[in-house]
């Protein structure tokens, strides 16, 4: 008789010493709101639960149980467990992760329209890095050789006059004739017939004519294809220039 009491009463103990507990609480965020899908665990036994859309979850466990609540864009959270956890509800705050944005910088007005804006702001490196380089080609000057008449290109006199070139222009007729001067020689004038004291007087006479020299006046620069087509024009003024002075 008494080997069953004994039994009885020590079997009661189990139970009581191994009865599953619950813990039941409620979550919130920072300010107050109910915060649904939290995934709570328990490290212990790996049991995962979700709080449903009042925030309110309930676990197995026991006191000294860890759990953990994790939900994106909020602090993950670890508590543990209190004797008292085991008679009353667990309250639980998160708290929202800081998310770091980029740091833009704004080198013109914002317009208003997300669309535009967008496309100005942040841009992609490789955009970036192309602008830049079209912007670099851009602003570099083209070789006035490039637009100078070809070998062998007969060229319309415009017949605009003498000019002494504008300010702007980095050379005026007076530099141009001194290079078509140096670069051809004396020479080249003398065997035409030209004389020295004229040689001036013909170079520009030749101007006069219609010689384009835009482009040279305005870059500073003439090319071996200007001086070609120089010596073209000169050839369909030369007869001219020779003739008696009744018949010009």
Same mark, same amino acid.
């Given at each position: 008789m008494?080997f $069953?009491l004994?039994?009885?009463?020590?079997?009661i103990?189990? %139970?009581?010493?191994?009865?599953?507990? /619950? +813990?039941f609480g !409620?979550?919130?965020?920072?300010?107050?709101?109910?915060?649904?899908?939290v995934n709570?665990?328990?490290?212990?036994t790996?049991?995962?639960?979700?709080?449903?859309?009042?925030?309110h979850?309930m676990i197995?466990?026991?006191?000294?149980?860890?759990?953990r609540?994790?939900k994106v864009?909020?602090?993950?959270?670890?508590?543990?467990?209190?004797?008292?956890?085991i008679?009353?509800p667990?309250n639980?705050s998160?708290?929202?992760?800081?998310?770091?944005i980029?740091?833009?910088?704004?080198?013109?007005?914002l317009?208003?329209?997300?669309?535009?804006?967008t $496309?100005?702001y942040?841009?992609?490196?490789k955009?970036?890095? %192309?602008?830049?380089e079209m912007?670099? /080609? +851009?602003?570099q !000057?083209?070789?006035?050789?490039?637009?100078?008449?070809r070998?062998?290109?007969f060229?319309?006199?415009k017949?605009?006059?003498?000019?002494?070139g504008?300010?702007k222009?980095?050379?005026?007729?007076?530099?141009l004739?001194?290079?078509?001067k140096?670069?051809?020689g004396?020479?080249?004038?003398?065997?035409l017939?030209?004389e020295k004291?004229?040689?001036?007087?013909?170079?520009?006479?030749?101007?006069a004519g219609g010689f384009e020299?835009k482009?040279?006046?305005?870059?500073?620069?003439?090319?071996?294809?200007?001086?070609y087509?120089f010596?073209?024009?000169?050839?369909?003024?030369i007869s001219?220039y020779r003739a008696?002075?009744?018949?010009?």
């Open positions: 008494k $069953k004994f039994f009885f009463l020590s079997l103990f189990f %139970l009581h010493t191994h009865a599953q507990s /619950y +813990i !409620k979550i919130t965020s920072e300010d107050g709101a109910e915060v649904q899908d709570v665990i328990n490290i212990r790996d049991e995962m639960v979700l709080s449903n859309r009042d925030g979850f197995s466990g026991r006191a000294g149980d860890e759990l609540f994790i864009g909020y602090e993950r959270l670890t508590r543990k467990v209190a004797s008292e956890n008679q009353a667990m639980i998160l708290v929202r992760t800081t998310i770091q980029p740091e833009v910088e704004v080198k013109k007005g317009t208003g329209n997300l669309k535009i804006d $496309k100005n942040n841009k992609p490196k955009v970036e890095k %192309l602008t830049a912007d670099r /080609y +851009i602003s !000057k083209s070789d006035p050789r490039i637009l100078a008449a070998p062998g290109e060229v319309q006199p017949g605009e006059g003498f000019s002494i504008k300010v222009d980095k050379w005026d007729d007076i530099d004739m001194s290079y078509i140096k670069s051809l004396e020479e080249y004038f003398t065997d017939k030209i004291p004229l040689i001036d007087h013909f170079i520009y006479y030749v101007f020299r482009k040279i006046l305005k870059y500073g620069f003439c090319s071996d294809a200007d001086l087509r010596q073209r024009f000169v050839l369909t003024r001219s008696p002075q009744t018949q010009k």
